[in-house]
């Protein structure tokens, strides 16, 4: 992998030759939080944000697709030119990375790939940025502090320079357009990012032990945490909105009044909803909100490891920060370990 280095002030510059490669998304103020969205000012940029309301699966997996459009004329029309538009998705934190990485193994890597997904991820270009964790974040128990593929640059900050990773063919072209606002580092440039990615790493305030976590998992599947979790649950379905490696959606045909012309809509869905498992003939398979709760703990943390060699959680906090009901995913696991009696409390233990 080649590294460069590319001095702060040079950072205005390096930016406007993005427009070349896409439609181009950074961290913006959006309310009290951050959005990715398209920033109609580079300084609205936030280079130092703790973590966005929803994550980029919202780029990728719209919350709100049309797949095919169809018209008894004209017949059906595969909206997948759309989902082609070239996009640059600027200041994604590792963890973030990290979470589309774990999609591209459902939506690209799996038997059933999905041509809109891949389409998407092909045409967008990832330029990542280091971050320091609040107490939401325990991505370093999650080994999703780090990543070495998945995007096309990588920026972390050094001082009054950027280190920057160059991951892909796409990353080298950047660099050649941006001319010579990045230069070779140094001993003293690779010296400095060492002692930051040490210090960033010391710096998590919540740490989760998960080893043997299937295993415990599997031991307590009739705890009767599970009972008092599902008791404070709303089934609102935030956590699995805003989760960035929640991946459920739905199908509809929507048919305009009077014809029979309409579109095939793909939408997110939430195995938190009560009708999410509802099949025909009025069967329920997880009628409990306590059954739908625990499946989504089980499929994340274990299910997926089987499949998968890791959980599929990736540790950005976004279920903590959106729940309602306050239930807190750390204190869920330490419960389910035994670490602490019940859920009543939200905040993690080892905060
Ligand atoms: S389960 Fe929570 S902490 Fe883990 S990836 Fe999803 S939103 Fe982030
Ligand atoms: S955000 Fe909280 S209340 Fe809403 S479904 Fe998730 S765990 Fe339940």
């Known amino acids: 992998m080649k590294i460069l280095k590319m001095p702060k002030q040079n950072l205005d510059l390096f930016v406007s030759v993005l427009p070349a490669f896409g439609e181009v998304y950074a961290p913006v103020k959006r309310g009290k939080g951050f959005a990715f969205d398209k920033p109609s000012l580079w300084s609205d940029v936030q280079m130092k944000y703790t973590r966005t309301i929803l994550p980029p699966k919202k780029l990728m997996l719209p919350p709100r697709e049309t797949t095919i459009a169809f018209d008894p004329v004209e017949g059906f ?3 997948l030119a759309m989902a082609s538009k070239p996009m640059v998705l600027f200041g994604v934190h590792p963890y973030d990375i990290y979470g589309l990485n774990i999609l591209d193994r459902v939506f690209a ?8 997904y891949i389409a998407r991820r092909k045409n967008t270009a990832i330029i990542g940025m280091d971050f320091e964790p609040d107490d939401k974040h325990f991505a370093g128990s999650m080994n999703s502090d780090f990543v070495d593929s998945g995007f096309d640059l990588f920026l972390s900050d050094i001082g009054d320079d950027y280190l920057v990773l160059v991951g892909t063919s796409r990353g080298d072209d950047i660099v050649v357009m941006s001319g010579c606002l990045m230069q070779t580092p140094g001993e003293a440039d690779f010296a400095a990012y060492k002692r930051r990615s040490k210090d960033r790493r010391a710096s998590y305030k919540t740490k989760l032990e998960m080893e043997d976590l299937p295993e415990i998992m ?6 009767k945490a599970w009972e008092d979790i599902g008791n404070r649950c709303l089934s609102c379905g935030s956590c699995s909105m805003a989760c960035p490696t929640c991946y459920c959606f739905d199908i509809n045909d929507e048919v305009e009044l009077g014809s029979r012309k309409g579109q095939r809509i793909r939408s997110w869905d939430s195995c938190l909803f009560k009708t999410h498992a509802l099949v025909a003939g009025g069967e329920n398979f997880r009628e409990e909100r306590s ?19 890791r959980p599929s959680c990736i540790g950005c906090g976004r279920c903590v920060e959106v729940c309602p009901a306050e239930i807190n995913i750390i204190s869920v696991i330490e419960t389910i370990r035994g670490e602490r009696d019940g859920i009543a409390s939200s905040a993690p233990k080892s905060v």
């Open 77 to 79: 029309q595969d909206q």
């Open 109 to 116: 890597q799996s038997k059933y790939p999905d041509p809109y």
């Open 218 to 223: 599997e031991m307590e599947y009739h705890s």
């Open 291 to 309: 059954s739908r709760i625990k499946f989504r703990y089980y499929h994340k943390q274990r299910g997926f490891v089987a499949e998968y060699g």
